[in-house]
């Protein structure tokens, strides 16, 4: 079993920035990704970060949404992902979620392919 837990939801401005964080605690996974939904919308992957789940390689996935303003890493001694997102837009609020996996069978920002889920954390970008 894997219990994922998200940090670093809040409140700013358009233009601002904000960092989440997710701390993993269980089984070891190998790949992890953060997913955001917003009212009224499907739940979609904002970026990933694979490692060792074929058949994808290791590297970063974003969707375009977010690319050059978002950045998802990793600190596998802390157990912990991080997304730093910069030049915040209204259209990114929504309820942040991290989620993670062993197996990659749709794709590194489809939901289905994760079957472990936090509890979500918000954030709301006012113009």
């Known amino acids: 079993q894997v219990e994922l837990a998200e940090y670093g939801g809040d409140s700013v401005q358009g233009g601002g920035s904000l960092g989440l964080s997710c701390t993993t605690s269980?089984?070891?996974?190998?790949?992890m990704a953060w997913f955001r939904q917003s009212p009224g919308k499907g739940r979609e992957g904002v970026a990933a970060?694979?490692?060792?789940?074929?058949?994808?390689?290791?590297?970063?996935y974003y969707a375009d949404s977010v690319k050059g303003r978002f950045t998802i890493s990793r600190d596998d001694s802390k157990n912990t992902m991080y997304l730093q997102m910069n030049d915040l837009r209204p259209e990114d609020t929504a309820m942040y979620y991290c989620?993670?996996?062993?197996?990659?069978?749709?794709?590194?920002?489809?939901?289905?392919?994760?079957?472990?889920w936090g509890q979500g954390t918000q954030v709301t970008v006012s113009s």
């Open positions: 269980g089984n070891r996974v190998n790949t």
């Open positions: 970060i694979v490692k060792d789940t074929r058949p994808y390689e290791n590297k970063p």
């Open positions: 989620a993670a996996t062993n197996y990659l069978i749709w794709g590194p920002l489809d939901r289905r392919s994760y079957e472990y």
